[in-house]
């Protein structure tokens, strides 16, 4: 099957700094995408979502931008806090399967 | 309940033994999901239900892993003969509805190290 993938395995940042971190789809029939952050021995928890119709949306501190044109996905973390180390999932859904997860970017941010 | 429950939290086991884990999705929460995580590696998925009846098992590695919801709610993944490479997490997911824009989720998965 096709594969959700990252593009940076992981990235550093500074508290205080945004950070952006990206994600490359393959599959053209994707129609929802989603990131999750995971903390380490715990399950990957929901950060934020977006339709295909969408190409942008945002949340509390957090903002999605979908690229179709180039199948890419970024997350936006703004103010980002020590809190927010982690390691991040973008995965996708076309109709009737289920969401395809990619390798993960480690957020390291330091203070 | 509040989450979604999984048991058991790590499980040790020698190869070529039986193992079943066992998730228990939120309340009403009528699609559940399993998922494997390797080491490094994003979950990579395994089957997923809607109701009692397996809507995609595409997943499963092998005729070694089964998966069962008789109820439509709590779920138990079975794995015969288990094999070294088998080791892994496995998650579990749970959502209102399979499909559209239905938010996956994940419980605190079952670490199955097979000796």
């Known amino acids: 099957g096709e594969s959700v993938g990252l593009h940076l395995p992981t990235l550093s940042v500074q508290e205080g700094d945004n950070s952006i971190i990206n994600c490359a789809y393959s599959n053209s029939a994707s129609d929802y995408f989603i990131w999750y952050k995971q903390e380490s021995g715990k399950g990957p928890q929901f950060i934020i979502d977006i339709r295909s119709n969408m190409d942008k949306r945002q949340g509390q501190r957090v903002t999605v931008l979908l690229n179709k044109t180039v199948k890419h996905l970024s997350l936006q973390i703004a103010a980002t806090q020590p809190g927010d180390s982690a390691v991040y999932f973008c995965?996708?859904?076309?109709?009737?399967?289920?969401?395809?997860f990619g390798k993960g970017t480690t957020l390291s941010v330091s203070s | 309940g509040a989450g979604v429950s999984q048991t058991p939290s790590n499980k040790v086991t020698e190869k070529g033994k039986y193992v079943e884990l066992r998730c228990d999705p939120i309340?009403?929460?009528?699609?559940l999901y399993w998922y494997r995580q390797s080491l490094g590696q994003g979950p990579e998925f395994l089957i997923y239900?809607?109701?009692?009846?397996?809507?995609?098992d595409s997943g499963l590695p092998n005729d070694r892993f089964f998966a069962v919801r008789p109820e439509g709610s709590v779920s138990t993944l079975k794995i015969q003969r288990t094999e070294r490479g088998d080791s892994a997490v496995y998650l579990c997911a749970s959502s209102l509805q399979s499909g559209g824009a239905n938010v996956l989720t994940f419980g605190a998965g079952s670490r199955l190290t097979v000796l």
């Open positions: 309340s009403g929460h009528t699609a």
């Open positions: 239900f809607q109701g009692t009846g397996a809507a995609d």
């Open positions: 995965a996708d859904r076309s109709l009737g399967t289920a969401l395809i």
